[in-house]
């Protein structure tokens, strides 16, 4: 279980998290929606430790975050989860296997010798094959994303952050990811944080979708209760009105 | 009116004092990485073979020619004094080995793999892979910085040396075919008045370029931000810091070298 409370972050002037509070349960898939700029990349990041807050605590699994202060119990801490970044992020200058892998030598004791098998094993998981000894700059958008995927559950974490995982995907492989989400979610019976503003992909995985707006959690509830609330904030945002009380302007110079 | 004079004097100032405290507390981290975990010897081994083999036919090029130039340089100039080339062999020597080897190589080392390597690890930050290395149970520092270092400071020594002979031997080149010197006297010029610490001199200023071009990179490299520019800027920068560097570090060095008697 992850529990977030009252989490701020600025970076320089601009404020991000103005105390942000949020639960996630075990075993869920609580999708995390808003718009650009609103915090929720800052937001997953703050929870596996790459951005530090400035104020609030997270806890995961009772650990506190914020207590931890050495490099090696903050490694630890991140053990707990696997991180699949929006553009993959894989490691340009190692084959698809060893990105995959990558994490093993570092997380856990498995032997060399079963390092191929496993890459090969979690590639298949996500659907690829015969691809090991590719580079990544031979991969396309959607295979990079599995790849990532791939590698984000080599070392079998309890909890995967995704961080926008459709972005920059036709629709078709949009939903492929999807369905991968949701089988990896029941094969591997692992806690996820996904962010996204495809609204189409929120209510086909989620369990709950929390909307994130000005660095605070507004809502939180179920794809259904999502959908039928009455707080105009959300409804304007997964209706995707250009009216209504968050204002984006056309012309950004406006009044 | 005050807010406009003294606001960007004061942010720069900030900016400045930030980035050689972040510079320092870099350093400082890789020394504890260095003694807390195991050294990644195949990324260093990569490394070494990045900046000393590929670097080897430019640097070695370069210093023969600076040699020639050397050579050519003294040779007419003692013409010009004693009516006959005078202690070619010697000037080109000491020329060399204390100086224009280790500062040429260390110059050349730090356009070519320098620039490559703040690219690289700038790149890497952009596209997310350095904060991918955190969640992947390792650190940048341990990953990216150490092995760079490390084969700075194994490469960069023996770049420098074959540099003292090919700047030796493009001398002779000039020496022999251009003005006429023989072989034997061009070689005993140099036997007859260098010492092993004056090769040290120089050798042992190999080892504070090479820590120097190392840090400033990788700093500039991992500490990018914004995009395909900000790489761009990140890569100039760390040239143009690691040049100067080394040649502000060279008039250190030999300083303190002069005094502890190693000229």
Redesign the interface.
């Given at each position: 279980m992850i529990i977030a409370e009252s989490v701020k972050k600025s970076f320089g002037h601009r404020s991000v998290l103005r105390g942000a509070s949020l639960k996630v349960e075990t075993g869920e898939t609580l999708v995390i929606i808003g718009g650009s700029g609103t915090g929720k990349s800052t937001f997953i990041k703050t929870v596996i430790g790459l951005v530090k807050p400035d104020s609030g605590s997270i806890k995961v699994d009772g650990q506190d975050l914020t207590r931890i202060k050495t490099e090696e119990g903050l490694a630890a801490y991140r053990r707990n989860f696997g991180y699949l970044f929006q553009e993959g992020a894989l490691f340009d200058s190692l084959r698809v296997w060893e990105n995959v892998v990558f994490g093993l030598r570092y997380l856990t004791d498995t032997p060399f010798s079963q390092y191929r098998k496993i890459a090969t094993d979690k590639l298949a998981l996500v659907g690829l094959k015969d691809v090991e000894d590719l580079m990544p700059s031979e991969l396309s958008g959607g295979m990079k994303k599995r790849v990532a995927l791939a590698r984000a559950i080599a070392a079998e974490p309890s909890y995967i952050l995704y961080d926008e995982p459709t972005t920059g995907l036709d629709p078709i492989m949009s939903d492929v990811i999807n369905d991968l989400i949701m089988d990896l979610q029941k094969q591997l019976k692992v806690t996820s944080i996904v962010v996204s503003h495809d609204m189409k992909s929120a209510y086909k995985i989620a369990s709950r979708i929390a909307m994130i707006y000005e660095g605070k959690f507004i809502e939180v509830g179920t794809p259904e209760q999502i959908k039928t609330t009455s707080n105009p904030y959300v409804r304007q945002f997964v209706e995707g009105l250009s009216q209504g009380p968050i204002k984006m302007k056309i012309k950004e110079f406006e009044a | 009116m005050t807010e406009a004079i003294f606001g960007p004097v004061g942010r720069l100032v900030v900016e400045v004092v930030e980035g050689m405290g972040n510079f320092t507390l870099l350093i400082r981290s890789s020394f504890q990485w260095f003694f807390r975990a195991r050294v990644e010897w195949r990324q260093t081994l990569i490394q070494m073979l990045f900046i000393g083999l590929e670097s080897l036919p430019v640097t070695a090029m370069t210093t023969f020619f600076t040699g020639m130039v050397l050579a050519l340089q003294s040779g007419a100039s003692s013409k010009y004094f004693f009516n006959e080339p005078l202690f070619v062999g010697t000037v080109v020597a000491f020329s060399m080995v204390m100086e224009l080897s280790p500062v040429m190589t260390a110059l050349v080392v730090s356009g070519r793999a320098g620039a490559a390597i703040a690219a690289e690890l700038g790149?890497?930050k952009v596209?997310?892979?350095v904060?991918?290395l955190?969640?992947?149970?390792?650190?940048p520092v341990r990953y990216l910085v150490i092995p760079r270092v490390l084969a700075f400071l194994m490469v960069l020594p023996f770049l420098s040396v074959v540099s003292d002979f090919t700047g030796i031997f493009g001398g002779w080149v000039v020496a022999h075919a251009k003005l006429g010197i023989p072989t034997t006297v061009y070689w005993h010029d140099i036997v007859d008045n260098m010492e092993p610490r004056h090769f040290f001199h120089g050798f042992l200023k190999n080892y504070v370029f090479a820590f120097v071009i190392a840090f400033i990179c990788c700093y500039k490299g991992i500490t990018t931000s914004g995009g395909a520019q900000g790489v761009g800027r990140a890569t100039t920068n760390a040239v143009v810091y690691s040049m100067v560097a080394v040649l502000v570090m060279d008039y250190f060095v030999t300083a303190v070298l002069v005094a502890l008697g190693i000229p």
């Open positions: - | 790149t890497m596209t997310e892979q904060d991918a955190y969640t992947l149970g390792t650190d």
